[in-house]
């Protein structure tokens, strides 16, 4: 049974007749194993490509990993996905490829969305190299290293140092205010 998916469903590929239910990528690999025929179309629509998959009588609409159809921007990419699943034959619908069309967001807000994504992931991956060069560095560091209780105990007796200056240069202050007065 064929039906249109709704636009929520298949956003690239909105207007294509395809079968309702769907398969993902482990039973497709799982069935083509297995020495299973399985035949495939390759059905265009704006935006991009998807794969109808047959086997037996029945018809199913290779999915990504959310469930929603699995599509791909080239042509070229989808050959090389289902080469490597071992089909090598298949038919082509181009009856909705609308060449450069897309759907969805402009191709210049994607770019830009893209864009953003690959600064972050090198700013993340510079900052991960920094942060295990520090690591490393404090591993290597031949000074000797000080216990818990004797860091503690340095830092209270700089601590108790600070407090009694602190506390003297206020004594100093309130004198120094009396005699202006």
């Known amino acids: 049974m064929i039906h249109r998916i709704p636009k929520h469903r298949f956003e690239r590929l909105a207007v294509l007749q395809t079968p309702d239910k769907t398969i993902?990528?482990?039973?497709?690999r799982r069935l083509v194993d297995a020495g299973a025929h399985v035949g495939a179309e390759v059905v265009g629509g704006a935006g991009g490509w998807g794969v109808v998959i047959s086997y037996g009588r029945t018809s199913q609409t290779l999915a990504a990993t959310r469930g929603a159809p699995r599509t791909w921007r080239h042509f070229e990419t989808l050959a090389v996905y289902l080469k490597e699943l071992g089909i090598v034959e298949y038919r082509v619908n181009t009856a909705q490829f609308a060449p450069g069309a897309t759907?969805?967001?402009?191709?210049?807000k994607r770019s830009a969305t893209a864009s953003e994504r690959m600064k972050r992931a090198h700013q993340a991956a510079a900052h991960d190299s920094w942060f295990r060069e520090?690591?490393?560095?404090s591993i290597d560091d031949p000074r000797a290293s000080l216990e818990d209780v004797v860091a503690k105990k340095d830092f209270a007796a700089k601590r108790a140092a600070l407090a009694e200056r602190a506390e003297a240069a206020d004594?100093?202050?309130?004198?120094?205010a009396h005699r202006t007065v």
């Open 24 to 28: 993902d990528h482990s039973t497709l």
């Open 171 to 176: 004594k100093g202050q309130k004198k120094a």
């Open 134 to 137: 520090q690591v490393q560095a």
């Open 103 to 108: 759907v969805g967001e402009p191709a210049g």
